[in-house]
């Protein structure tokens, strides 16, 4: 079946602007997850869905950033008052959630370059 | 805490010549290891995880890595490269809680 989608592939803002980054998850993957990948920058944990437990949000940067996802599926990522330091390809990765020793492999989206002039 | 260190960001070898690629990790409890690679303007793909069946660990590509306890390393190697392997890799651990932390990536260049 298909993979991880997203969209935009490139999205360029002014600075204060909101904007919104959608990742659509291979079906059925009940973990979802966003990374930001920042010039020279390894890959950057923001948050992590697991089915319908409350979110680890402990990587978002700051209260400029927060993510949802409707109906354990679909998710946006919404970057309010944009920065130019936000300038970045933001990732989005889903796994199949299994857990009790079995290993589970995240598989990742096209990304979204994100720029802020 | 659960973190993974790679040594030089940046690799250049000679086609043909063996590739070797460093990752280090900590983690407080037996870990969960992958190795990810990122062609240009392409997404991440897996490589090969090491998930404790066995050390020695074969990946696509040619690619294998192998875990190392005493030395908490997950070295990823390959005998001869070839241009396409050109791109960047990435060394990830999972945590028990299922979040993965990423190195922050090794750039290699094959010179032909």
């Known amino acids: 079946g298909a993979g991880v989608s997203q969209s935009p592939s490139n999205k360029v803002t002014e600075k204060g602007k909101d904007v919104e980054l959608r990742c659509d998850p291979i079906?059925?993957?009940?973990?979802l997850y966003w990374y930001r990948q920042s010039l020279g920058q390894g890959l950057e944990f923001l948050i992590y869905f697991q089915g319908n437990s409350a979110p680890d949000k402990s990587g978002l940067p700051s209260d400029r950033f927060s993510a949802e996802r409707t109906g354990g599926s679909v998710s946006t990522l919404t970057i309010q008052r944009t920065q130019q330091e936000d300038s970045a390809v933001y990732l989005c990765a889903s796994s199949s959630g299994t857990s009790g020793g079995a290993v589970d492999t995240q598989y990742f989206g096209p990304g979204t370059r994100l720029t802020v002039l | 805490a659960q973190s993974v260190t790679q040594l030089g960001s940046h690799v250049s070898v000679s086609e043909g010549a063996l590739v070797l690629l460093r990752c280090n990790y900590s983690?407080?409890?037996?870990?969960?290891l992958f190795w990810y690679v990122q062609y240009p303007n392409q997404g991440l793909q897996l490589l090969l995880k090491y998930t404790s069946a066995a050390t020695l660990v074969k990946g696509i590509n040619g690619f294998e890595a192998e875990f190392k306890k005493s030395e908490t390393s997950f070295h990823l190697t390959k005998p001869s490269a070839h241009m396409s392997d050109a791109a960047e890799y990435f060394c990830a651990v999972r945590s028990t809680g299922n979040q993965f932390y990423f190195g922050t990536g090794t750039s290699l260049t094959v010179i032909p």
């Open positions: 079906s059925g993957h009940t973990a």
């Open positions: 983690s407080s409890v037996p870990p969960y």
